[in-house]
């Protein structure tokens, strides 16, 4: 069912007899200091995580803990303090913004809480939005803003301004946005935390169909139903992975 | 490509939800536009109105009046009289180096009769090279004196146009018989209508002019009032009146040295003060007009430091989504020169409007016909440029350097 599907790699199968999957993420002592002036906080201190290819990650914690802090270096919106983190075998710790901006564009696929979506433009244009900024052609743009909105069951929605979808066809459409470059990893805060019980059902569901194709997922949640469907859920607190524990589920 | 649309489309919003600001901003260089040029377009036709004006009095000639003496000269006291006659112009002409006319000028004021109308008149006795000089030129159907007129001592007149219409109204004057001075002269030509805001014995609108051998014959008068010259360039003028200076204190028996022996007028000297004063002119007009581009500039650059407020999270989420700083800031900026642009081309439109409009109303001849020129239109969207880059170039600079995760959190 999923196009994606065919291009890549089978998922990694975990346990005893799992093949090594090549790394997606991987994160080396990774600090993270605010600097205030006169205060200075440590948002994380001393990450060490590995991710691999075709993985659902689930990363939970109370607020405070450092995972949104977290989740901006995963999601190269933010660097390091200090230590290492390599982003699908290339080192990032270090970068320009203009680098840092190029490799969110190609390599991570953002769903937000608050969906953020541009509110004046259509569904197929704010799926497209990200293919702009990678310079793809028009053409191709096209193409591809419609597959993924099909894919995303919203293929009927397409001129439709983000205003008169409801709230789960928003996080629909910011789904689409976030697979439209094809990223190593898709990275969402919060998914179904401004949705009602059945539209977060079918985020849920939708997250569980991406993996089945062989995306790798890093999901932040608060949602134990969301974190339950994840193959590994990684406890942050206060600014230190405490737990990391696979669970039993298989993206099949 | 993209970009542009982007920016049109961001601005096409922002003009339907935001009528009345996105107004007042390209009013603002709306305003400063129509300042700027409509002020170097008034400089431009005033300094062409001034300079046909004072070709009104002749192209670039020098008038010499002979006075008194106010040296002793060779045993000669002060307080002399200068008197100069047609013998002083033939030597002249033919000793001065670099001349190019020369012609004595008789004046009196004589009655004219025709039917019962009499009307008194300044009349010149001239050569024909007054024409070109003080650019007398004749009106369709009639000439000006010619050599023959000089040889003969002809009873023919070149009257201004003021004074024919005075005397014949509407009709034709040339051809018709007049008595001047009791004596019937026949009207061979009449002044076409021009501008002269300077003169040295009236204007010569109202003004006739007769063979310089007739004036002669009819007063019997020997001494000339004034000469006119003329030299090959206008850069010669000094140079030449120098000549004639020492030409005629040579003749005369007076000092070179004695600037009241002879007056001269060089009227290039007008000429040359004339480009001066209205570039300054021009330049006062320039600054006052970019000072009011610039009070509208300051408009634009606030009003895009509101949008770019306002679209922050916008901005955020397209940085997340990869959006290069360049990107950002390129489009505020195209944004920001988009405004400047629109309100430029109106600003531009209305000014030539006003131009157009502008003869209408009759002033021309005091302040001449404003035109936007080439110049102007060119120096004008060099400031808008200019003022639009600048205006654009904070508030882009602060989007482009937002923080993506503070950004979209707004």
Redesign the interface.
């Known amino acids: 069912m999923l196009a994606l599907a065919e291009n890549q790699p089978a998922p990694a199968k975990l346990g005893p007899q799992a093949v090594p999957a090549p790394s997606i993420i991987r994160m080396e002592e990774v600090r993270k200091v605010y600097d205030t002036g006169k205060v200075k906080l440590e948002a994380l201190k001393g990450v060490n995580l590995d991710v691999t290819k075709g993985e659902f990650l689930a990363i939970v914690g109370p607020s405070g803990s450092g995972k949104s802090t977290l989740m901006?270096l995963i999601?190269c919106?933010?660097t390091a303090t200090s230590g290492r983190y390599v982003l699908g075998g290339d080192d990032v710790s270090r970068v320009t913004?203009?680098q840092l901006?190029?490799i969110?564009?190609?390599r991570v696929g953002?769903v937000?809480q608050s969906f953020?979506l541009?509110p004046?433009?259509s569904a197929a244009e704010n799926v497209e939005?990200?293919l702009?900024?990678?310079g793809v052609p028009?053409k191709k743009r096209r193409d591809r803003s419609r597959e993924l909105l099909e894919r995303v069951g919203l293929g009927d929605r397409m001129d439709h301004k983000p205003t008169e979808l409801s709230g789960g066809q928003m996080q629909r459409v910011a789904i689409a946005?976030a697979l439209a470059?094809e990223p190593d990893v898709v990275l969402a805060d919060e998914p179904t935390g401004n949705l009602d019980t059945s539209a977060g059902g079918d985020i849920m569901a939708l997250f569980q169909e991406l993996w089945r194709g062989g995306s790798t997922l890093v999901v932040i949640t608060h949602d134990p139903s969301l974190a339950k469907r994840a193959g590994r859920v990684v406890e942050v607190r206060d600014g230190r992975i405490v737990s990391d524990e696979r669970t039993e589920n298989r993206p099949g | 490509m993209?970009t542009f649309k982007?920016v049109l489309?961001q601005l096409l919003?922002d003009v339907r939800s935001q009528k009345l600001r996105t107004f007042l901003t390209v009013f603002g260089i709306v305003w400063g536009t129509v300042a700027v040029t409509l002020l170097l377009a008034f400089g431009t036709g005033l300094k062409k109105q001034l300079i046909k004006k004072t070709a009104g009095l002749g192209d670039r000639i020098v008038i010499a009046w002979p006075g008194l003496t106010s040296m002793p000269w060779e045993g000669l006291g002060k307080g002399r009289r200068i008197r100069l006659n047609e013998d002083d112009i033939e030597a002249l002409r033919k000793e001065t180096p670099n001349l190019k006319a020369i012609s004595s000028e008789y004046q009196t004021s004589m009655k004219l009769n025709y039917g019962t109308k009499t009307i008194a008149i300044d009349v010149s006795g001239v050569s024909p090279e007054f024409c070109d000089m003080r650019n007398l030129i004749p009106a369709e159907g009639g000439r000006f004196l010619n050599p023959l007129d000089m040889d003969r001592q002809r009873r023919v007149l070149f009257l201004g146009n003021e004074m024919a219409k005075s005397v014949f109204g509407t009709e034709n004057a040339v051809g018709k018989t007049v008595l001047l001075g009791g004596s019937p002269f026949l009207i061979i030509g009449t002044l076409e209508p021009k501008e002269q805001d300077s003169s040295y014995s009236g204007r010569d609108n109202e003004k006739g002019f007769i063979p310089g051998t007739t004036f002669r014959a009819l007063t019997g008068r020997k001494w000339l009032n004034n000469i006119v010259f003329q030299s090959q360039t206008a850069l010669l003028n000094e140079q030449v009146s120098d000549s004639i200076l020492k030409g005629l204190a040579h003749r005369r028996k007076f000092s070179p040295e004695d600037k009241e022996a002879l007056s001269l007028w060089d009227t290039n000297e007008q000429f040359a003060f004339f480009e001066v004063f209205m570039l300054a002119f021009t330049g006062f007009l320039g600054i006052m007009g970019c000072l009011t581009l610039v009070v509208g500039g300051i408009g634009v650059s606030n009003i895009m430091n509101v949008v770019v407020e306002e679209r922050t999270?916008?901005i955020g989420?397209?940085?997340?989504?990869?959006?290069?700083?360049?990107?950002v800031l390129s489009g505020i900026l195209l944004e920001t020169l988009c405004v400047t642009a629109i309100g430029g081309l109106i600003g531009f439109a209305v000014s030539l409007g006003i131009c157009a409009v502008f003869p209408q109303f009759g002033l021309t001849e005091f302040v001449g016909e404003p035109k936007v020129s080439p110049a102007v239109a060119a120096i004008t969207i060099g400031i808008l440029g200019v003022i639009g880059l600048i205006a654009g170039w904070f508030p882009a600079r602060e989007a482009a350097s937002l923080d993506?995760?503070v950004a979209?959190k707004l």
Do not use: Q, T, W
Request: charged fraction near 35%; glycine fraction near 6%; aromatic fraction near 8%.
């Open positions: 901006n999601g919106l933010d913004r203009d901006a190029e969110r564009n190609r953002f937000f953020n541009l004046h433009i939005m990200p702009v900024f990678g028009v946005r470059m | 993209d982007d489309r919003r999270k916008e989420v397209k940085m997340a989504l990869g959006a290069k700083a360049r990107y993506p995760v979209m």
